[in-house]
């Protein structure tokens, strides 16, 4: 199994970035996908979350901003984030999660892929 995170660079505070996550060696529609993120200092978050079924969550912090979303036909998972902002600037990681595992409980992880913005 192997999870592909890319899309990550620099931009400046306001922008906006599209990262993705290319699944292969796992059956993509059957697992729940997830997007996390790790600042320097600070430990790792669950930014959003979405489900085999479509359904989505955020981090309070990113609502509004963010939007995640998933293609099965290209096993590719997709994290749009707008209005980005300093406290955004992070290690963005992609994770698959088999349905009815516990919350905290990830299966697979994408290598990461480095988000920094500047003010």
């Known amino acids: 199994v192997q999870l592909q995170a890319s899309g990550g660079g620099l931009v400046q505070a306001g922008g906006s970035l599209r990262l993705s996550c290319t699944a292969s060696?796992?059956?993509?529609?059957?697992?729940?996908m997830g997007w996390f993120r790790q600042a320097p200092g600070k430990e790792r978050e669950r930014v959003a979350k979405?489900?085999?079924?479509?359904?989505?969550s955020y981090a309070d912090s990113v609502k509004g901003r963010f939007t995640i979303s998933r293609d099965s036909a290209k096993s590719t998972l997709y994290l749009q984030m707008h209005s980005l902002k300093s406290e955004d600037t992070a290690v963005y990681y992609c994770?698959?999660?088999?349905?009815?595992?516990?919350?905290?409980?990830?299966?697979?992880w994408g290598q990461g892929t480095l988000v920094t913005v500047s003010s």
């Open positions: 060696g796992l059956a993509f529609s059957s697992y729940d």
């Open positions: 994770a698959s999660q088999r349905p009815f595992r516990p919350t905290s409980q990830w299966d697979y």
């Open positions: 979405i489900w085999r079924n479509g359904g989505t």
